[in-house]
């Protein structure tokens, strides 16, 4: 099993403004809780226990919040950059820190995740394993179960969506971003695509989202408790 997630914590969070005005997006709280903290024990229970967190604006809410991550359960370490880089950047810079082989995982996303389904479609000889989910406009096309294009931006020829969770080797996302100037992580995706080294898992059940406002009140509503009478 792979024992390591790294969560991209870095951006502005500008499409949940105002509620980031003071807080990173991964902050806001559900139900008094960050949602960071609903990511973080789905990992935890999943025997994900070493987490690196690539921080950048407002990175100390999350410090203070989590420190090293005892009282959850897990083992956070911290990489902190600039607000200004790239998520590729982010990555390749805390590449002392990232094991062999390890999550990366979009902080505004929260998923039901099957890992053992990952686990059986993941292959060490791929540079990534992609987590899909089928949707009407998405950045993937996916044809007799293989896929045919990858795009950076969703269109409605693309039939499956990344959900920002993947397996990626790390050696393989190093020696790309120390070859090319370019920083997006979008950019190694492309890369394994052209390459024709990666697999996928395709993701069946839903998924929650607070990227922005509309996702955020679905989320809330889906997270909260609720009392049931029988």
Request: aromatic share 16%; hydrophobic share 35%.
């Amino acid at each position: 099993m792979i024992k390591q997630a790294v969560i991209l914590c870095g951006g502005l969070g500008k499409r949940l403004m105002p509620l980031t005005k003071k807080l990173p997006k991964p902050m806001v709280k559900i139900n008094n809780k960050p949602f960071l903290e609903y990511i973080i024990n789905l990992l935890k229970d999943n025997g994900i226990t070493e987490i690196l967190i690539l921080g950048g604006y407002k990175y100390e809410k999350i410090t203070r919040y989590f420190e090293d991550g005892s009282k959850f359960g897990v083992n956070i370490k911290y990489s902190i950059g600039p607000i200004e880089l790239d998520t590729g950047e982010r990555v390749y810079n805390a590449k002392k820190e990232l094991k062999r082989y390890f999550f990366l995982l979009y902080s505004d996303n929260l998923l039901s995740v099957n890992f053992n389904k990952i686990y059986e479609n993941f292959s060490k000889k791929n540079d990534i394993t992609f987590l899909l989910k089928k949707k009407k406009s998405g950045n993937f096309l996916i044809y007799n179960n293989k896929i045919k294009k990858y795009s950076f931006k969703r269109n409605k020829n693309n039939n499956f969506v990344e959900l920002g969770f993947a397996i990626i080797k790390s050696k393989s996302l190093i020696n790309f971003f120390k070859k090319n100037r370019k920083y997006s992580i979008n950019d190694f995706y492309l890369n394994c695509f052209k390459r024709k080294s990666f697999s996928y898992s395709v993701h069946e059940d839903i998924y929650c989202s607070i990227g922005d406002k509309i996702r955020f009140l679905q989320t809330k509503k889906f997270l909260t408790k609720k009392r049931i009478i029988f």
